[in-house]
């Protein structure tokens, strides 16, 4: 059992017990440090949870849910389909045979009798033609059984998934509700004294009182409806996704079910038996035995039928086939349209919830501010801040309701489309990414020993979040904190951003080194499971006369490192201006290569420089580092990032370095 299923356990006994009591009862006054310190604490559990990584995994498991077999309904395709087959195999025939007196009032019993077997064939009407016909009607039954079947499957999974969208958010819910909860119950004492000691006024308190008798009542729903359900134990916070609404239109264009489920009518409506009250044709075998005095002892065939006379034509079809060819129609135009309304209807929620995840996101900025300043010493009053952590709960909790209205809208468009769920029918949007501020790109950030020992880990990670950083490049250096070293780390996991450890001397590119060099980078991996190579033989003093001999002692210095770590991460930082062979011999060795694309501003020097490079390594393997003292803002910065993926396809650039990154901000 994980410690967050206990928590919401906890919870969920919690406020269960607490709805029972008096607002105030035992409520204990919190001093200004046990407040920042719940503020610190809610924000953080909060950010955790809205902030882990979206993939479309989340949005199967809401949307890929099926009803389960039990409930769907029955076909009968199987039994039609043994009926047809029963049909199929009975061609009419029948063995038939007789024994007859003579006239028993008129003469013996055995005189003048009859005795016959006869062999028969009904072609016809109850005979082969008809049972034929027969088998070919149940099979047509079938198909749309089967059809009919698959509609009804399709609306018994839009109400499962219904339920399923509910209970899928509904930990989610009672995660944040508790946190705001916890928030409430501290700051309410707070007020009331505020209110009884003639500092604030009734109405003021009414605020407060009204937010959490909101928010338990809130609870106590969520345990009433769903507190059995294994959903209640399960944070998972979908991302916004969009839908392709035309390749839904083209797919229903294409569908050829419904066309089938028309024609299967059509046909069953012209395609009568014409057997049932028509003529009926036998052809027979018969043997006669002289039995009873019979004096016959024959072999004879023959044949029999009979023709129904019936002074009026057979009733036509016409006008039925016509309404249902016109039904047809409507039931198609009526498709289309209904999907266009309800993805109308999605459109219209999807940008609710957007505005929503906007909002949360300016509620966030504005908390990132205030630990920023808490960071830089300035006094802060506690009121305000506790305001501004109120408003992020609220914003993080509506937007997890309008989350759950875009999926029920989302559901709502495949039931009508008749459109069963697929994961090519629906994005991730981009603004559901997280850590967002408008930074696209997979972004490292060089960060030396010197920063690191005049930051704490949290201003660290908060200067990371902020410049939209996911990964960080580290040089602990041999002055460097390893207490610090360790915060890093583990903070590293809450914060969603992978740390790399700088390792390396550019002597290891000797070949007396190598040994060295891999039994270095054995050790660091303890560490940290991801490596950087800091190793530049181009800044030896003889690089320029041993150009390929070095960058060949390189590949040989990393094939020995490989050798003795095979399954570590490991990236390395080259110059642009290495062979080719080099370059290509990088691939198998390394998972990432950071080529320092430093010395020049001009967007078509720097795509030239990576273009020769991502057409030897795989763009996936390749990022492209930027030195910001060639920049004179961060503005310049991203627009270089922008354009050489434009130019290049490259999405993976790296800064160097973070003292220069902040300078550039400091002068912006």
């Known amino acids: 059992m994980t410690l967050k299923y206990l928590n919401l356990l906890f919870y969920f006994s919690y406020f269960v017990l607490l709805a029972s009591f008096p607002l105030g009862i035992n409520a204990q006054e919190k001093t200004d440090v046990e407040l920042w310190e719940m503020v610190q604490k809610l924000y953080s559990k909060t950010e955790n949870e809205l902030e882990a990584p979206v993939t479309l995994f989340s949005v199967n498991e809401i949307l890929g849910k099926r009803c389960p077999a039990s409930i769907n309904s029955d076909s009968q395709y199987e039994e039609l389909m043994e009926e047809a087959e029963y049909w199929d195999n009975n061609y009419g025939l029948e063995l038939r045979g007789g024994l007859t007196s003579g006239d028993i009032e008129s003469s013996d019993f055995d005189q003048e009798g009859t005795t016959y077997l006869e062999l028969s064939w009904d072609v016809l009407r109850n005979g082969y033609k008809e049972f034929e016909f027969k088998a070919k009607d149940l099979r047509r039954k079938a198909a749309l059984k089967e059809i009919a079947a698959d509609l009804d499957r399709k609306q018994r999974d839009y109400q499962c998934r219904s339920y399923h969208i509910d209970n899928m958010f509904v930990g989610l819910e009672s995660y944040l509700g508790n946190n705001k909860l916890e928030l409430l119950e501290a700051v309410y ?45 399960t944070i998972k916070n979908p991302p916004i996704i969009d839908v392709h609404i035309a390749k839904i239109l083209s797919n229903i264009e294409k569908d050829s079910q419904y066309n089938e489920l028309l024609n299967l009518e059509k046909e069953a409506l012209s395609d009568t038996n014409p057997y049932e ?4 044709l036998r052809v027979f075998l018969r043997k006669e035995f002289d039995i009873l005095s019979s004096n016959r002892d024959d072999l004879v065939a023959g044949v029999r039928f009979s023709i129904p006379l019936v002074a009026a034509d057979e009733p036509s079809n016409f006008h039925r086939l016509q309404r249902l060819e016109q039904e047809g129609s409507f039931r198609a135009w009526e498709r289309i349209t209904r999907v266009r309304g309800a993805y109308e209807s999605f459109r219209e929620q999807k940008e609710r919830t957007l ?17 920023a300043r808490k960071m830089s010493g300035d006094e802060l009053n506690i009121s305000a801040v506790i305001a501004r952590l109120n408003t992020y709960l ?11 209205s875009l999926y029920q809208r989302v559901n709502q468009v495949f039931l009508i489309s008749g459109e069963a769920y697929s994961p090519e029918l629906v994005k991730v949007s981009d603004i559901s990414k997280p850590n967002y501020r408008s930074r696209e790109f997979q972004r490292s950030l060089y ?42 780390i583990d903070l590293s996991q809450t914060n969603n951003i992978s740390i790399d450890f700088i390792v390396g001397d550019n002597s290891w590119v000797n070949e007396d080194k190598w040994q060295d060099a891999a039994q270095r980078v054995a050790i660091a991996s303890g560490i940290s499971n991801r490596i950087h190579l800091d190793i530049e033989p181009q800044a030896l003093d003889d690089y320029h006369n041993k150009k390929k001999q070095y960058q060949n002692d390189y590949i040989q210095m990393l094939k020995a490192i490989r050798k003795a770590s095979p399954d570590q991460f490991i990236s390395v930082a080259v110059p642009f201006h290495w062979e080719p062979e080099t370059y290509q011999q990088l691939v198998p060795l390394v998972q990432l290569v950071y080529v320092m694309n430093y010395g020049s501003t001009k967007i078509d020097t720097l795509a030239r420089r990576t273009n020769k490079i991502v057409s030897i390594i795989p763009h996936e393997k390749v990022s492209v580092v930027l030195s910001m003292k060639d920049f004179s803002n961060e503005f310049e910065v991203e627009q270089a990032f922008e354009q050489l993926h434009q130019l290049t396809g490259v999405n993976r650039f790296g800064i160097h370095k973070l003292g220069d990154l902040l300078t550039l901000g400091a002068n912006k």
């Open 189 to 233: 004492p707070i007020e009331r004294k505020a209110y009884l000691t003639g500092a604030s006024y009734f109405d003021d308190l009414l605020i407060s009182e009204e937010e959490l008798v909101n928010i338990r009542q809130k609870l106590e729903y969520l345990y009433t409806l769903h507190g059995s359900s294994e959903y209640a134990f």
């Open 277 to 280: 009250y028509g003529s009926r």
């Open 355 to 371: 505005t929503q995840q906007y909002r949360y996101l300016r509620s966030k900025e504005r908390m990132r501010r205030v630990f």
């Open 394 to 404: 609220n914003a993080a909790i509506e937007l997890v309701e309008a989350k759950k």
């Open 447 to 488: 960060v030396w020993s010197s920063s690191i020992n005049e930051l704490s880990p949290e201003q660290l990670f908060l200067i990371a979040k902020t410049k939209g950083i996911n990964n960080l490049i580290l040089s602990i250096g041999k002055q460097g904190d390893l207490v610090k070293q360790k915060e890093i």
